[in-house]
């Protein structure tokens, strides 16, 4: 799942970003109100942490520009600002969700978590390949009913391939999605990962499920 944070205090969205992709989300990020826009309109992203109190544009008109282009990715407001008033405003603009700072992180996934649930419109809980489950908000992997343990990137992975099942994936597009990086051809940290997610869902089994197309990625199908 892929989250836009939009946060101008840098500490607060490094500490934010470090925390959300340890519990296996894409984040991408943006420190004013005009990148994050710009971001939110032209990437799909399943959740939105929009901080009120932004350069160029503020968090109001941001979700004001958002909702008057019928944009319905959940906003969850993440603010200083605690009064009565602001809270009925975000909510009055299209918020589905308002949580004050100082805070903390276990409330905020709790938050994320009943938002992602909500939003089932924008992601498929469950994602069925051949005979393998993969139960994206409890990221838990089954295959022919047996439980596949993964770390939290070989889940990420598993889930990007699977949610773009049989399209190929250049390693650059995984790097971004599952690294947030810009891929370096002299590394091979995504062919070991993939390696590695191969011994734990396709060795064991006779139907392979992720295949590579030759110098360009990978892709997940049942072939």
Avoid at 198 to 221: F, M, S
């Amino acid at each position: 799942m892929r989250i836009l944070l939009v946060e101008d205090e840098a500490k607060t969205q490094a500490f934010l970003k470090k925390g959300l992709t340890e519990q296996g989300y894409v984040v991408d990020s943006a420190a004013d109100g005009v990148e994050g826009l710009f971001l939110a309109d032209t990437v799909h992203f399943d959740l939105i942490i929009l901080d009120v109190m932004l350069p160029k544009l503020n968090g109001w008109q941001v979700i004001q520009e958002l909702r008057q282009k019928n944009k319905q990715t959940p906003v969850l407001f993440l603010t200083a600002r605690d009064s009565i008033e602001d809270r009925v405003k975000g909510l009055q603009l299209g918020a589905d969700d308002y949580l004050v700072k100082p805070f903390a992180f276990s409330e905020l996934m709790a938050r994320i978590h009943s938002l992602l649930r909500r939003g089932q419109v924008h992601q498929e809980e469950v994602l069925t390949i051949a005979d393998m489950e993969i139960d994206c908000l409890r990221h838990k992997v089954k295959r022919d009913g047996n439980i596949i343990e993964l770390t939290q990137k070989e889940f990420a992975l598993l889930s990007l391939l699977a949610r773009r099942k049989g399209e190929v994936m250049s390693r650059t597009m995984i790097a971004e999605q599952v690294w947030d990086m810009n891929f370096d051809s002299d590394t091979n940290i995504i062919d070991v990962a993939i390696r590695r997610l191969r011994q734990k869902v396709d060795n064991p089994y006779d139907t392979k499920l992720i295949h590579t197309a030759r110098g360009i990625g990978y892709v997940l199908e049942a072939r």
